[in-house]
């Protein structure tokens, strides 16, 4: 029975419900949860230091104004990881892969630094809509274009993001089952492949 390659990128289900909530909400359970006791144990420790050394990288570029966000940052960047790490293992599903949530997660942190920069420097933002020196006759063309592109940069970087992820495990897959069907006829070059 020949499968389409692109079936492992549906999202699973299970008695007619989608898991594709369990895969979002699984990776909650390993971030730490406050607790009473003076010390912790080895696993929250870890966890604490693994977000200290991050939220350090992460604010070592940025101005003060900056340092508000780390706490969101962070936690998307380690919900993140968490998802795609559990992707990693056998028979689970990478949320990741799909372009719904990738433009769930695209649209509003780009609309929020669109607000963001309008607000609070609005001729800075409204700059980077004509480039310096145009000619005369250029100008309403080009602020059109701009506003265009500034408006697609969402749906073509989730779109890259999701055909990147895709192509990955595709790519995988194909070498599998290239080295699966090589096996009985030809082991060394099955080998290779797999290699």
Same mark, same amino acid.
């Given at each position: ?18 898991? @594709? ?93 669109? @607000? ?27 602020? @059109? ?51």
């Amino acid at each position: 029975m020949a499968l389409n390659f692109f079936d492992q990128f549906m999202s699973p289900t299970y008695l007619g419900a989608p898991l @594709i909530m369990i895969a979002l909400i699984f990776p909650w359970i390993f971030f730490p949860s406050p607790s009473s006791r003076w010390l912790n144990n080895r696993v929250i420790t870890l966890q604490n230091w693994f977000i200290g050394q991050f939220t350090r990288q992460l604010l070592q570029p940025l101005n003060t104004d900056g340092h508000k966000w780390a706490l969101m940052m962070t936690s998307l960047m380690i919900f993140l990881l968490v998802l795609n790490m559990l992707g990693l293992l056998p028979y689970t599903f990478t949320p990741t892969t799909q372009l719904s949530l990738n433009m769930g997660l695209a649209v509003p942190f780009w609309l929020s630094t669109v @607000i963001i920069g309008m607000r609070n420097q609005p001729t800075v933002s409204l700059g980077h809509l004509l480039p310096e020196g145009t000619p005369l006759p250029l100008i309403p063309v080009l602020i @059109i274009i701009e506003t265009i592109s500034l408006f697609i940069r969402p749906l073509a970087l989730g779109v890259r993001l999701t055909a990147n992820l895709t192509a990955g495990h595709l790519l995988i897959q194909l070498i599998a089952t290239a080295a699966f069907v090589l096996m009985p006829m030809m082991t060394t070059v099955a080998l290779l492949t797999s290699t």
